[in-house]
Nanobody, 113 residues
Framework: VQLVESGGGLVQPGGSLRLSCAAS????????MNWYRQAPGKERELVVS????????NYADSVKGRFTVSRDNAKNTVYLQMNSLKPEDTAVYYC???????WGQGTQVTVSS
């Protein structure tokens, strides 16, 4: 099982980024996926989850209306579109397959002017 995140970087407040998580080693379409984040000195928090087939989503209140999760089961990839970014969104973002308890290595997102 491997999860590889990409797409992080430095962005100004109000800007956008799209994160990707490429999955391999398991039947991606059968598994729900999560995005977590961890800011310096804080606990890791769940940002959003997306179910396997129906694509049912559940967002943290802090990102509702700004972040959108999607998945392409043909490409074994889950995405996180982040708009209207705020400095408090600065964190390392991780892809997670909960039933497999598998984590990616994380990608840094920094929101700063």
């Amino acid at each position: 099982v491997q999860l590889v995140e990409s797409g992080g970087g430095l962005v100004q407040p109000g800007g956008s980024l799209r994160l990707s998580c490429a999955a391999s080693g398991f039947t991606f379409s059968n598994y729900a996926m999560n995005w977590y984040r961890q800011a310096p000195g804080k606990e890791r928090e769940l940002v959003v989850s997306v179910s396997s087939v129906a694509g049912i989503t559940n967002y943290a209140d802090s990102v509702k209306g700004r972040f959108t999760v999607s998945r392409d089961n043909a490409k074994n990839t889950v995405y996180l579109q982040m708009n209207s970014l705020k400095p408090e969104d600065t964190a390392v973002y991780y892809c997670h397959a909960p039933r497999l308890n598998s984590w990616g290595q994380g990608t840094q997102v920094t929101v700063s002017s």
